[in-house]
């Protein structure tokens, strides 16, 4: 059928990490979906790190997978080293990390997608947008195509009026080798829209067949690499590659100095912000001037290529001093370029023009998702999509919206944070930012998630039967332990080897499990419970479970209860009627701020920076609590 006369379900405009789970998600969902994206050779390229996940990233990719996305599983599948960082902090905090083949990332993306069901594919760069009055109605292409659809979502990422940099060198261009977009934000902006500028910025990569690893620490992949996607379509690394350790040093400095006056960062041609936990080489050794030396991770972008990411060494200066100055970095002393580091200014637009669906306010059935919304990172740009994707299927569905709480994801609390919040720097993910970080655990995405998802028809019935099982066999396996007396014949060989106090006489194995110096793994030469671990095939994933339960289960406990209070004001509703200009009671700056962000709870209001408890107290007698 041609795409002239049809009126699609879902437009994604847009490729990239966003673009392709909101493509997946809503064609999934049953939503008759077309991809329009610059160049299909590049779908979901990864700009900057060939990595995923990472603190708090990793949880939001598991997230992903959990509902039924894609990304969990093109790591996995396109993998080439494996990390749970944190591992020695308390299991709220693991977070797992892959490097992945880059080429391979784009090119299994590709390949999931063509196999999706109601996804239709076109290449060609969207310049317009097409309203009927508020409402939107399909998108203009640069070729002259107008295309029609119920509901649009743009996932236009750094490309919107992108201006690439490198030293006194500016030029137009999405990312580096490809061109940007115009057309979409000045649309946007005559329909009434704020628009703003971020930048970012990106490292050198070299070839690694120049580098000396002697003068670099190795840093090898987890010794029993673990993965993200909780289906068993993938499966662990079974052999990885390397990363090395090296530093800067004073000299590195000196010469990155000598490029300061003709870098864009510097003479004030770039203007707008960047990521603050990504900073380039020369805003380091500026900003923390009195540090001798920086981390550089020198890491391969995959397999079957010789081409390595300097990360650490993200930079806009000119190509001379970046040739100068890495060369006197131990171990990159003959150093080739593959391509030079760079910074890009682009438009976002601050998300507090969204509702929580991801809907903006102020056109019906247009969705944002991903960099375009202020955000920066993969895991944050494709958990958007996901969610706009589901969110744009359910409205040309006209079902309710799909929305995660706080407490419920790390995704909750990133569109929950944009939305209320708003954002001016790039906005990334951080543990910090979750209030109940113990809920949200990379290990549990499934147990928190699944359900929800295959209740919309995202998740399949074998992600749904696994979690069953998963639930079943934990709880199982927490009531054997409960029940189980050990003897000290039994323990106490064990609680010596950890120079722990003994015990004088039988006890329930549940009572000693919960000390801190045990883990799980020191009970299993106990012969009932070795026997029960072989007859009910308890695997790793299980123990992990029943371990987190025997440790942590207070704490648990305590921050569900806390969930549940606030829910409890998140029940109460706030009228997208409600005029807060006539609350005089209210300050001037809660009024201000309320009336801009429309808060649809008394929770989310109470979330919003100026909006004080006594405001609060005022609301909610005006919602008759
Ligand atoms: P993108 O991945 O940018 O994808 C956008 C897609 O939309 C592209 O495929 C593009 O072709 C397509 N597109 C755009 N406009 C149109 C149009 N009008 N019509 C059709 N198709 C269109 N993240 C970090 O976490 N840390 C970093 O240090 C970091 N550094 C970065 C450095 C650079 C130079 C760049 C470019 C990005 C960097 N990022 C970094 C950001 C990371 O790449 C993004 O957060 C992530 O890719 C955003 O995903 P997205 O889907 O929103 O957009």
Redesign the pocket.
């Known amino acids: 059928m041609s795409l002239f006369n049809t009126t699609y379900d879902v437009i994604v405009?847009?490729?990239?990490?966003?673009?392709?789970e909101a493509a997946a998600a809503s064609a999934n969902m049953g939503a008759h979906t077309l991809l329009?994206?610059?160049?299909l050779q590049?779908?979901?390229?990864?700009?900057?790190?060939p990595a995923m996940g990472g603190i708090a990233k990793g949880q939001i990719v598991r997230e992903i997978d959990a509902l039924g996305g894609y990304s969990g599983i093109v790591t996995d599948k396109t993998a080439i080293q494996f990390k749970m960082l944190n591992k020695s902090k308390g299991p709220a905090m693991w977070s797992p990390r892959a490097q992945s083949d880059r080429m391979q990332f784009a090119e299994c993306w590709r390949t999931l997608l063509e196999q999706t069901e109601n996804l239709d594919f076109y290449q060609?760069?969207?310049?317009g947008l097409l309203f009927e009055g508020n409402t939107i109605v399909g998108v203009k292409?640069a070729l002259g195509l107008e295309i029609k659809a119920k509901t649009v979502i743009v996932?236009?990422?750094?490309?919107?009026n992108?201006l690439?940099h490198i030293g006194e060198k500016t030029f137009g261009g999405?990312?580096?080798g490809?061109g940007a977009?115009t057309?979409?934000t000045e649309d946007l902006v005559a329909k009434g829209f704020e628009a703003g500028r971020m930048k970012?910025?990106?490292p050198p990569r070299v070839d690694g067949r120049s580098l000396d690893y002697t003068k670099m620490t190795e840093q090898p992949g987890d010794a029993t690499p673990e993965k993200f996607s909780y289906l068993p379509v993938t499966k662990p690394l079974t052999k990885q590659r390397s990363c090395y350790l090296t530093y800067t040093n004073p000299e590195v400095h000196d010469l990155l100095r000598e490029g300061f006056e003709r870098s864009p960062m510097f003479n004030g041609r770039i203007k707008s912000t960047g990521?603050r936990y990504?900073p380039s080489i020369e805003d380091k050794i500026n900003r923390f001037a009195e540090k001798e030396r920086h981390q550089i991770f020198v890491e391969p972008e995959g397999w079957n290529t010789v081409e390595i990411y300097v990360n650490g060494f993200?930079t806009s200066l000119p190509e001379d001093i970046q040739d100068k100055a890495i060369r006197a970095i131990p171990g990159f002393e003959n150093v080739k370029f593959f391509r030079y580091g760079?910074?890009?200014e682009y438009d976002y637009f601050p998300p507090t023009q969204l509702k929580h669906n991801l809907e903006t306010k102020l056109i019906e059935n247009l969705f944002f998702?991903?960099?375009?919304n202020g955000?920066?990172?993969?895991e944050?740009?494709?958990a958007?999509?996901l969610m706009a994707g589901v969110n744009a299927a359910l409205k040309t569905q006209n079902k309710e919206p799909f929305i995660l709480k706080r407490s419920e994801a790390y995704i909750g609390v990133l569109i929950d944070d944009l939305i209320t919040k708003g954002t001016e720097e790039?906005y990334?993910m951080f543990t910090s930012r979750a209030e109940y970080r113990t809920l949200l655990r990379q290990d549990n995405a499934d147990l928190r998630l699944t359900e929800k998802a295959y209740k919309l028809g995202l998740a399949s019935e074998e992600r749904m039967n696994r979690v069953e099982e998963k639930k079943k066999k934990t709880q199982n396996l927490i009531d054997f332990i409960k029940d189980l007396s050990v003897s000290k014949e039994d323990i106490n060989p064990i609680l010596e080897r950890k120079n722990l106090a003994t015990i004088n006489q039988s006890m329930k194995l549940y009572k000693i499990a919960a000390r801190p110096q045990l883990s799980f793994s020191d009970f299993k030469s106990i012969d009932k419970l070795k026997n029960y671990i072989q007859e009910h095939s308890i695997d790793d994933e299980i123990i992990e479970q029943v371990e987190i339960h025997l440790k942590y289960s207070g704490y648990i406990e305590k921050e569900k209860n806390n969930a549940d209070k606030l829910n409890r004001l998140e029940n109460v509703p706030i009228p997208s009627t409600f005029d807060y200009s006539k609350v005089k009671s209210l300050s001037y700056e809660a009024r201000e701020k309320l009336s801009k962000i429309q808060p649809t709870s008394i929770s989310q209001a109470s979330r919003i920076s100026g909006v004080s408890p006594s405001d609060i107290s005022v609301l909610l007698v005006y919602m008759g609590r």
């Open positions: 405009v847009g490729g990239g990490h966003a673009g392709s329009i994206t610059m160049n590049n779908i979901a390229q990864m700009s900057c790190n060609d760069s969207v310049n292409t996932t236009a990422g750094t490309f919107l992108g690439i999405g990312r580096a490809e977009s057309g979409i970012t910025g990106t990521p990504c993200s760079y910074a890009i998702a991903g960099q375009i955000t920066t990172g993969y944050e740009a494709a958007q999509g790039p990334r």
